[in-house]
C-alpha cells in the first residue's frame, strides 16, 4: 500500500518570505512523487515530480522540492512567496515499479500567502 | 499547449439517475484515470484504464460505475444510479507513459462538479 502524509491543515506566510509545504510518504519500492496545485474552482494543475537523480527538483512557479529517502519526505518549497501562490497544494506518490499504478494523495495543504 | 477537458462543468442530477462524464485527454496520451474529490476531502483514486480496459479499480469504483473510451478520443466515466454521496468534483487525467521517462506525470482535467439531488 502506498500513503501520503501532508501534517498540516493550513500554511500562512507572509509575502516575499521563504515556504515550506510539508510531506512524507509510505510506499513499498522506489516512489516516484509529486506536487499538485489547486486553485479555487479549478483542476489539479503539475508543479514538479521526482523520478530519480538528483534530490533537489525544479519546477513550475519558482517551486522546488527536496526528496529526503531517509525522512521518507518530498517537501515544497519556494525562496520567496506571492500573494499568488495562495492555493491548494497536494502532494502525490507513485511506485516506481511500472505497471498501471495509481497516484495516491495527500489530504491537500491550504497555503495563505498574506500581503 | 495541450490539455484534458472535460464536459460538463457543472452537473445537477436527481438521485437515481444515470450520468455520463465525459473527457478528452491528451491526444498522444495511452493511459487514462478518473479520480473523484469530495467537497473538503482529499483527492480519491477511481479506476485507470489503458488498451481499452481497465487496469486498476478503487474499492470505490463498484457496479453503478463503468468507464468507456467509445471513439478514440472520448474517455467517459458512467454512474448508472446516482447516489447522494455521488456528489463530488470529478477529475478526469492523462499520462503519456508509465516509465521512468519525463512523460508519466498525469495531466489533469478542469473536473466537472456532480451534484445529486
Known amino acids: 500500500a502506498q500513503s501520503v502524509a501532508q501534517p498540516e491543515d493550513q500554511v500562512n506566510v507572509a509575502e516575499g518570505n521563504p515556504l515550506t509545504v510539508k510531506c512524507t510518504y509510505s510506499?513499498?519500492?522506489?516512489?516516484?512523487l509529486f506536487w499538485y496545485v489547486q486553485y479555487p474552482n479549478r483542476g489539479l494543475q503539475f508543479l514538479l515530480k521526482y523520478i530519480t537523480g538528483d534530490n533537489l527538483v525544479k519546477g513550475s512557479y519558482g517551486f522546488e522540492a527536496e526528496f529526503n529517502k531517509s525522512q521518507t519526505s518530498f517537501h515544497l518549497k519556494k525562496p520567496s512567496a506571492l500573494v499568488s501562490d495562495s492555493a491548494l497544494y497536494f502532494c502525490a506518490v507513485r511506485v516506481n515499479s511500472g505497471g498501471y499504478q495509481k497516484v495516491t494523495f495527500g489530504i491537500g495543504t491550504k497555503l495563505q500567502v498574506i500581503p | 499547449e495541450p490539455e484534458v477537458t472535460q464536459t460538463p462543468s457543472h452537473q445537477v442530477t436527481q438521485m437515481g439517475q444515470e450520468v455520463i462524464l465525459r473527457c478528452v485527454p491528451i491526444?498522444?496520451?495511452?493511459?487514462f484515470y478518473w479520480y473523484r474529490q469530495i467537497l473538503g476531502q482529499k483527492v480519491e483514486f477511481l479506476v485507470s484504464?489503458?488498451?481499452?480496459?481497465?487496469?486498476?479499480k478503487s474499492e470505490i469504483f463498484d457496479d453503478q460505475f463503468s468507464v468507456e473510451r467509445p471513439d478514440g478520443s472520448n474517455f467517459t466515466l458512467k454512474i448508472r444510479s446516482t447516489k447522494l454521496e455521488d456528489s463530488a468534483m470529478y477529475f478526469c487525467a492523462s499520462t503519456q507513459s508509465l516509465s521512468g521517462s519525463s512523460y508519466n506525470e498525469q495531466f489533469f482535467g478542469p473536473g466537472t462538479r456532480l451534484t445529486v439531488l
Open positions: 491526444s498522444n496520451h495511452l493511459y
Open positions: 484504464f489503458y488498451n481499452n480496459e481497465i487496469s486498476e
Open positions: 510506499v513499498s519500492g522506489n516512489p516516484y
